[in-house]
């Protein structure tokens, strides 16, 4: 037992600060003279233990007294060493490895001191086996193995910690219960009742308070980095008390506490776009130099992920394989810990020590989940290496999720109201479509109304005006008057059937009811249709035909026939007297080109899209005396689309060159079969 005090001692002399390398100042004196006076009160103790129990010779009184002495000082020593050794650290994380290491002979040397060695060496009764108090030793490799190997495992400190404590607590609780047996068996020895309920008392008050100054000892003496990120993140929040529904002040805000907690000067936020459902990139830390370096250097190894190879702005789809390992992650992520896990998933131990290889820069680059308390990832926090040049361990990756957790509150709040100015805005929206929509057609009824007075009063007026004539002077009238009149008045009644009719085709012409196609000879219907024109409405005009016998088209005849005549009847209304109309037609590649071309006055540009709507009439007619419903070019539109064809306009609006009529129609083909006579006759297919 001296013998392992002692070597346990010299271990603490050279890890993790080595003493004995140390130049030899007056401070470093005095510990040598210690060590000396243990070593000598080592060798005396060695000699008497051999003396008891191999020569069976009796020592002085004297020697015990030694004994305790050598304890006594080894334990001054181990504390002193280690007080000196975590003041003396030049680092938060030498710090704590000293002090875990220091948690570890704690936990095994005072136990036995207490239990067996002291007990021994003041004879008392209470004294517990040796072999039994040796049990705590196992508590030492545990702790040293966890101190060496703290900084390599991705593990956070909250787990180790509670598990410390328990221990801690567990060893305290022992301990007390010991320390109160033993001073109630020398008090009242002979009364056992008394003895049993005032430890059931000190264990049922005393355990509480056990347990509570063993979590607070063992955060604060043996986890100063707990402490420390503790610190940094409750001056985060005091530094954003106020609430904000910027997303990109508040990916600023979360970027500062990075860079203040973990003192890496290199991160960026990528934020859920649900709109365009991919991961884009929000505002980095501020500074154009910081920003480049950030674009360059930090989401390089990001760049096969973009759903542009290499475009930032483009950012990551939420279908990838990265935002798929984030989303499962239950702690920051290291890229290279994301591609190993694509390739081969990792098992066990190998979860919390990942194999990173040195120097490899994207090993350092960290994968934060950003989620919220319902667990739906709506960020991934890239963070770069750390300013001090450290790998990331637990208690980073604890803070950074801390951090993160902090912020996810503010994040949601933020994209809730975003989502919601967002549809006010499209609400909004579609409110004003809608009302602009009511307008149009407020307005379309009123011009309608407009229009169809003005075209109704035309033919009534004539109606009317060769009625009263006939009635006035109808003994005066000869026969053939008499009879015109009636023929004018007759016109100006199919008139305003046609015009009614025109009407009702085009409210039921939306619907695009099916038709029935045939073969048909489109020169014959187009030279019935010329022959149908008035007489009155032809005579200042030169008609020009050219379509051959033979071309055939597959539609419905009654359509062809009403698109024919709005074509037609369309060119002569706008054509100013004594100008061509050309009508023409061609066939290629099984379509048939229909085209109507007149020498008028043209479409303007910006009016060409109006077109074929309905109750469209151009501005430059609205105050002539050109009549017309606006309807003709709409139900010929309809019809021509119902039969399969299309039907568009091309003109450049200039005076003069006019309007062409273009329509596309399916060709119907034919077979030639040679007939007795010699002549030849299409044969349909």
Not at 149 to 161: A, I, N
């Amino acid at each position: 037992m001296p013998f392992g005090v002692l070597c346990l001692l010299f271990l603490l002399v050279r890890f993790p600060y080595d003493f004995l390398a140390q130049p030899r100042p007056g401070r470093f004196r005095f510990l040598h003279m210690t060590l000396f006076v243990i070593l000598v009160l080592c060798a005396i103790l060695v000699t008497r233990s051999i003396c008891v129990h191999a020569l069976h010779i009796a020592v002085p009184a004297w020697v015990d007294l030694l004994g305790l002495l050598y304890y006594l000082l080894a334990t001054v020593a181990l504390v002193g060493i280690v007080i000196y050794a975590s003041r003396h650290a030049t680092t938060i994380r030498a710090q704590q490895q000293t002090r875990l290491f220091f948690a570890g002979v704690l936990l095994s040397c005072v136990p036995i001191l207490v239990l067996t060695v002291v007990p021994t060496l003041l004879h008392l009764r209470a004294v517990v086996d040796g072999t039994v108090s040796m049990f705590f030793l196992i508590f030492f490799p545990v702790t040293l193995s966890y101190s060496v190997l703290r900084y390599d495992l991705l593990l956070f400190d909250t787990y180790v910690r509670r598990t410390i404590t328990l221990i801690v607590g567990t060893v305290a609780l022992a301990l007390l219960i010991y320390v109160l047996f033993a001073a109630g068996s020398l008090l009242v020895a002979e009364r056992f009742s008394l003895l049993l309920a005032g430890l059931l008392i000190v264990a049922v008050f005393g355990a509480p308070i056990t347990w509570w100054l063993a979590s607070r000892f063992t955060t604060r003496y043996f986890f100063p980095e707990t402490l420390h990120y503790h610190a940094l993140l409750s001056q985060a929040r005091t530094r954003h008390e106020q609430d904000s529904f910027d997303l990109q002040l508040l990916a600023q805000e979360l970027l500062l506490d990075v860079h203040t907690t973990l003192k890496t000067p290199e991160a960026c936020l990528f934020f859920l776009e649900n709109e365009s459902s991919c991961f884009t990139l929000l505002s980095p830390l501020p500074g154009d130099e910081r920003s480049e370096r950030i674009r360059s250097f930090l989401l390089q190894p990001l760049a096969s992920w973009f759903v542009e190879p290499g475009d930032v702005q483009s950012g990551i789809a939420t279908s990838t394989s990265l935002i798929e390992q984030v989303r499962q992650a239950q702690r920051p992520v290291f890229l290279s810990e994301v591609s190993h896990a694509m390739s081969e998933p990792s098992k066990g131990l190998a979860r919390y020590l990942p194999l990173r290889a040195p120097n490899d820069e994207k090993d350092e680059l960290l994968l934060a989940p950003v989620r919220t308390p319902k667990g739906m990832l709506i960020g991934v926090l890239v963070v770069g290496e750390r300013g001090d040049q450290q790998r990331y361990a637990g208690p980073e990756l604890e803070a950074l999720h801390q951090l993160v957790k902090a912020h996810v509150r503010s994040f949601e709040t933020a994209l809730l109201y975003q989502r919601a100015t967002w549809q006010q805005a499209r609400s909004a929206q579609e409110l004003a479509e809608a009302y602009a929509k009511e307008r149009q057609l407020n307005d379309l009824k009123e011009q309608f109304i407009i229009h169809m007075s003005h075209e109704l009063r035309t033919p009534l007026s004539e109606v009317s005006g060769y009625l009263e004539l006939l009635g006035s002077y109808a003994g005066a009238l000869d026969v053939d008057m008499q009879k015109l009149f009636i023929e004018k008045a007759m016109h100006g009644c199919d008139e305003l059937l046609q015009l009614l009719s025109t009407v009702l085709e085009a409210a039921h012409s939306g619907k695009a009811p099916a038709v029935h196609l045939e073969s048909v000879a489109l020169a014959q219907v187009v030279r019935e249709e010329i022959d149908h024109l008035a007489p009155q409405a032809v005579q200042h005009y030169t008609l020009i035909e050219q379509i051959a016998d033979s071309l055939l088209v597959q539609v419905n005849i009654q359509s062809l026939r009403q698109v024919v005549r709005n074509l037609l009847s369309n060119a002569l209304k706008f054509s100013p007297p004594q100008t061509s109309i050309t009508i023409n037609a061609t066939a290629h590649g099984g379509t048939v080109c229909f085209t109507v071309k007149d020498e008028g006055p043209g479409v303007p540009p910006e009016e060409m899209p109006l077109l074929f709507g309905k109750f469209v009439r151009l501005s430059r007619h609205l105050s002539g005396s050109i009549r017309g419903s606006g309807l003709g070019l709409y139900i010929s539109k309809q019809l021509v689309e119902a039969m399969g064809g299309r039907i568009w306009a091309e003109s450049s609006g200039i005076p003069g060159e006019g309007t062409t009529l273009y329509v596309h129609l399916e060709e119907a083909r034919a077979l030639e079969t040679q007939e007795p006579e010699g002549k030849q006759q299409l044969l349909l297919l």
